[in-house]
């Protein structure tokens, strides 16, 4: 009997686990460790949501299967928000398949859609469901860049020319995880003109849509005209009304990957917890106050964490979207490596965060910070690290008082 398992083979240890354990161990033993390493949202969702989620779980019909793709409610509220929110008009019937979260749709249409020694072009760094969900499909992975500039459509070309057999599919997501850059729509016009040229289907992760900092909103790739030709993308409830917990995203876009994507999931799963889709109808139809809210808060965290960081010792670009900062090491201590650095950081900072490898090889040298804590626990991070930077002999000047 073979333990030795194809797919499992081509999993790597997962290294960010190896941190999560660490930081278990670390609170299990007593110790205080503020976390800055899962994005996971520290606030609740609004009230409305939850006082549906209990209204429709105290009826009796509730309790059977859901339907695998959403409800129809819960489509339509999502075709709705793409109207209002980027003036584009979706069927819900034929352009929206609910998901159970982002992670999970990004995962069955890479089922759907792809083949053993299909080449695929995914970001690196990237949330890690960019390459694995098709690594696990039978998929080889060519990175490119996450940097939109000149050298990402540089490194697209030389993919699709010195690549056999040639790419079938390209996989984005900005604002990114982890490195919080974005785009604007000529980019997405550029990125769908490529697409149709060499007849490559395009996955667009949108999870942060609403969490930008500028004042200027994210655009979707599905406000280029064409897009829904060759592009779908997914987004989430989980960031913009805080309810990570709940598993729930949207694929929306182009027919033939919905389809494909819809019948993949019809053997997986019977869809979502029905009073959990009430719930997201409710958030996507009601108030929406807390996006707003939710907008803000994060701003105003990124502002507190560059700054007091900064006071720490520890210079770390603003980022312009997302709930991440993505952090050079201290130039003193980049010798150490991401992995290194999070562990002795967890150790005698106490302070978690997620190490840069874990996100692929082109994130040795970062880590990801969460702005999940409050403005005080993240004051009192910047003040355990610049503890842990002084014991380390690193002794850059303040730019304030500590």
Same mark, same amino acid.
């Given at each position: 009997m073979s333990e030795d398992f194809y797919r499992i083979k081509r999993l790597p240890p997962y290294v960010i686990a190896e941190v999560n354990a660490m930081r278990a161990a670390a609170r299990a033993g007593g110790e205080d460790i503020i976390d800055l390493g899962m994005g996971n949202p520290d606030l609740p969702p609004p009230e409305h949501v939850i006082e549906k989620l209990v209204e429709v779980a105290r009826k009796p019909s509730a309790h059977g299967y859901s339907q695998s793709k959403g409800i129809p409610g819960l489509r339509k509220a999502q075709a709705n928000y793409y109207g209002r929110r980027f003036g584009v008009d979706v069927d819900p019937e034929t352009e929206v398949v609910v998901t159970m979260g982002s992670k999970e749709g990004l995962a069955?249409?890479?089922t759907a859609i792809t083949a053993p020694g299909d080449v695929v072009l995914a970001p690196n760094p990237s949330y890690p469901i960019h390459t694995f969900g098709f690594i696990i499909a039978g998929a080889t992975i060519r990175a490119v860049p996450t940097t939109p500039d000149e050298a990402y459509f540089e490194s697209l070309e030389r993919a699709m020319a010195f690549t056999v057999p040639a790419p079938s599919v390209l996989v984005m997501g900005y604002p990114s995880n982890p490195t919080a850059e974005v785009v604007d729509l000529a980019f997405y016009e550029r990125v769908v003109a490529f697409a149709k040229k060499h007849k490559l289907w395009v996955i667009s992760d949108l999870a942060y849509s609403e969490l930008y900092f500028d004042g200027k909103p994210t655009p979707s790739i599905l406000q280029v005209p064409g897009a829904k030709d060759v592009a779908i993308e997914f987004t989430s409830l989980s960031k913009t009304y805080s309810m990570a917990g709940w598993r729930m995203g949207f694929g929306v876009g182009n027919k033939t990957l919905i389809a494909a994507m819809t019948r993949v999931k019809s053997y997986l799963d019977y869809g979502a917890f029905t009073p959990i889709q009430a719930a997201a109808c409710a958030a996507l139809n009601g108030p929406q106050d807390i996006v707003e809210r939710n907008r803000q808060l994060y701003h105003k965290r990124r502002d507190v964490l560059v700054e007091s960081f900064g006071r720490a010792g520890w210079d770390i670009p603003s980022p312009r979207a997302s709930m991440f900062a993505w952090a050079p090491l201290p130039p003193a201590l980049a010798h150490l490596g991401s992995l290194e650095f999070t562990k002795q950081l967890l150790?005698?900072?106490?302070?978690?965060?997620?190490?840069?490898?874990?996100?692929? #090889?082109?994130g040795e040298g970062y880590v990801r910070i969460a702005m999940v804590e409050n #403005?005080?626990?993240l004051r009192q991070a910047a003040r355990n690290v610049k503890k842990y930077l002084q014991s380390m002999g690193v002794n850059k000047p303040a730019r304030g008082a500590g």
């Open positions: 069955s249409l890479a150790t005698h900072a106490h302070v978690a965060v997620a190490p840069g490898v874990g996100y692929g #090889e082109n #403005e005080q626990r």
